[in-house]
């Protein structure tokens, strides 16, 4: 079945079972996090200030990690780091069941895994390539692994909202710690023949440099990355203010908060499943940008809703648009890209997704606590708006530069103009 062509890998097929049943307690766990944050505080702007000591390693350090993938293992990589996020949790556990724990003690619990995970990220992004026989199966993989984060998306938090208000947090990151050990085993019965990392002839510095220089010059990875970064910085952080709009606005508690974000989760799954069974990625820069737009009007109509229906059906778009957005550009960068250079591109595609992602948790946290949230959100799909518009606006020169890139690699003829790339 076309849809599902990547699960043809025995490598992949590993991989995709081992790691979505690892995303569920990490969704688990997100959820648990955001809701203990704030019964303990409540406070939305220590809610953003613990989402940014989470995100901003991936910032501060995925290029440097992008560095270190293109120069060794990236199997290797992904073991340690799958390790040491097992003992993360596990401490967060620990502290939470005794009773112990503190916001202090989440804030640097928060950043300790933010750091593993500025190197899983563009690892784990990178490594998928070197699970497919077939290069012409990498935008199904992509798609898939889409599918199988927003599978667990929708799964954690609802799993989470039960769990929380039953048995409390603690729980949720003692099941995490254990949903790691299905990696783990997965990587570990893989058969890798050949791992495509080189010998580390230049420095450092040189390398990463190089990377720079590559991902700027080269027009259709620029403007994805901007797109990303706005996205990042002014629409993802609404998911950090989830708990006000959980607990303040439509009145509910955490298992309100738990069918939230897994509203987003089949918003964005629907998109994954949408993008998986596309045949090419000719076509995706069109759709990068009007799933952005779409983005953007899913979070303006959640942020005017005060009714919990009308809500969900607002975010379920939402979800929709931001996961469209960014499978859409995840899967042209990685079509495109020198697989020499796929570490440290995937590295700066984490910083510009993810790495940006705590500049906009701070502003949130700070913007809501004097507009509100409701307000926040609104800027937020405004802004994703105007983001697509000025992508859009810059498809013609996008396509002129791709164009002979897919001519290489035989995803289109070399007769015609690029008008559908």
């Known amino acids: 079945m076309s849809i599902a062509r990547a699960l043809s890998h025995r490598n ?16 688990m766990q997100r959820i648990a996090v955001s809701w203990l944050v704030y019964r303990l505080t409540g406070s939305p702007f220590l809610l953003g200030f613990v989402g940014f000591a989470g995100q901003i390693p991936t910032f501060l350090f995925a290029s440097f990690a992008g560095v270190l993938i293109d120069r060794s293992s990236r199997y290797r990589v992904l073991l340690i780091t799958q390790t040491l996020a097992t003992i993360q949790s596990a401490l967060l556990a620990l502290l939470t069941l005794t009773g112990y724990v503190n916001v202090w003690h989440i804030f640097v619990l928060q950043f300790s895994l933010g750091l593993i995970n500025a190197f899983d990220m563009p690892a784990r992004q990178s490594f998928v390539a070197d699970l497919l026989e077939r290069e012409g199966d990498l935008p199904n993989a992509i798609a898939l692994n889409s599918m199988m984060v927003n599978g667990a998306r929708l799964a954690g938090p609802a799993l989470a909202g039960i769990v929380v208000s039953l048995l409390g947090e603690g729980l949720c990151f003692f099941l995490n710690s254990l949903s790691f050990l299905a990696i783990i085993i997965a990587l570990l019965v893989m058969k890798i023949e050949k791992e495509r990392c080189k010998s580390p002839l230049s420095h450092p510095w ?3 440099k190089e990377g720079f220089r590559y991902a700027y010059r080269f027009v259709p990875i620029r403007y994805m990355l901007l797109l990303l970064c706005l996205i990042a910085v002014m629409g ?11 607990r ?48 953007g009007l899913g979070l303006i109509a959640f942020s005017l809703s005060r009714k919990i229906v009308l809500s969900f059906i607002a975010i379920l778009f939402g979800g929709f648009g931001m996961m469209g957005t960014m499978t859409s550009c995840n899967t042209i960068i990685q079509t495109v890209v020198d697989d020499e250079k796929r570490g440290r591109v995937m590295g700066f595609y984490a910083m510009a997704a993810f790495g940006m992602a705590p500049f906009g948790s701070l502003l949130a946290g700070s913007l809501a ?5 409701p307000n926040t959100v609104l800027l937020g799909g405004i802004s994703c708006i105007l983001a697509s518009l000025l992508f859009a606006m810059k498809l013609p020169v996008f396509r002129k530069a791709i164009h002979p890139i897919y001519v290489a690699k035989k995803i289109v003829r070399t007769q015609g103009a690029p008008d559908g790339i």
């Open 206 to 208: 040189h390398d990463l």
């Open 369 to 373: 606590s004097h507009i509100g949230a």
């Open 12 to 27: 992949y097929r590993l991989f995709f079972a081992g790691q979505g049943l690892s995303l569920v307690g990490t969704w």
């Open 248 to 295: 303040d606005i439509l009145h509910g508690g955490p298992h309100t908060l738990g069918f939230l974000m897994g509203t987003v989760g089949v918003g964005a799954l629907i998109a994954a499943l949408y993008l998986a069974a596309r045949k090419t990625v000719v076509g995706l820069g069109r759709t990068a940008a009007f799933m952005c737009f779409l983005f």
């Open 236 to 246: 993802m952080p609404f998911q950090i203010l989830m708990p006000v709009f959980a």
